[in-house]
């Protein structure tokens, strides 16, 4: 079984999914059956350990969506029982250097492009293939995605950019928006003149996706249209937030 959020991205396509930062297998599976590409694990913000990250990883089996997951940083421990229970991808914040860049690569490839240990029982078993299967294709296989949060990432973005092994670049607005002093405020000037440099370079740049959170379906729409190829849609909690006060809004009026 090859990625098929690899293969979809080489053909051109664009990836949508949500972010999974409640710690219950049921409510993947839920999601898992929505139509979605991927669902992200949170083990950045949320309340999710790794035997947690484990099942919900495992709950995605024998559905459409493939499992990724956000984790701290690009540390070997925090990275390779992730990999090691099957997710396909992980994902990594506040990328601000071409150091750290290079550390997300060592910890998602084996040797030699990397230096992630040997141990893929269970990732074998999720990915539908014996372990010494599974480690003939690791590396060209699980997706590494860094995350823009900073204005100084997006000055070193050139640097970034360069370091060979990275899949996806996230231009995330939101802790952006707070580096630069506007907080939430999505359509401020600055904000914008920083996001659309920073799409520029990544889309200038061959092989790698652009990545991105959307507000709205219009919005995915136009991002789609303007050559993200992988678009955040929103979380679980914040689709069961708004979905019980609309219902609770249209009762009472």
């Known amino acids: ?19 999974a930062s409640i710690p219950s297998v049921q409510l993947v599976q839920v999601m898992a059956r929505s139509g979605v590409d991927w669902l992200m694990i949170d083990m950045e913000h949320a309340p999710i350990g790794i035997e947690t990250a484990a099942a919900m990883i495992a709950a995605t089996s024998g559905t459409p969506a493939t499992p990724i997951v956000r984790v701290p940083g690009p540390l070997s421990d925090l990275v ?14 506040q990328i601000a250097t071409r150091e750290e860049a290079q550390a997300t690569v060592r910890a998602v490839r084996y040797a030699p492009q990397g230096r992630r240990g040997y141990g893929p029982t269970y990732a074998g ?11 003939k294709i690791a590396n060209d296989n699980v ?25 996806i670049v996230v231009v995330a607005r939101g802790d ?13 000037p600055r904000l914008r003149e920083v996001v659309v440099r920073a799409e ?38 914040g689709l069961l937030g708004s979905t019980a006060a609309a219902a609770l809004k249209a009762i009472r009026g």
């Open 125 to 135: 078993l999720r990915w539908g293939m014996p372990s010494l299967e599974y480690h």
């Open 176 to 188: 952006l928006s707070e580096n630069l002093g506007v907080a939430g405020q999505f359509d401020h």
């Open 1 to 19: 079984m090859i990625n098929p959020l690899k293969q979809r991205l080489a053909e051109g396509q664009s990836i949508l999914g949500y972010l």
């Open 80 to 93: 390779k029982p992730v990999l090691d229970s099957g997710a396909f991808g992980v994902a990594f914040p």
């Open 200 to 237: 520029a370079a990544i889309l200038a740049r061959k092989g790698v996706a652009l990545g991105g959170i959307a507000f709205s379906p219009d919005e995915a729409k136009a991002m789609i249209g303007r050559g993200y190829r992988f678009v955040v849609l929103g979380s679980d909690a």
């Open 143 to 167: 997706l590494n995605i860094v995350l823009i949060e900073s204005l100084d990432g997006i000055e070193a973005l050139d640097d970034i950019l360069a370091v060979e092994g990275i899949d």
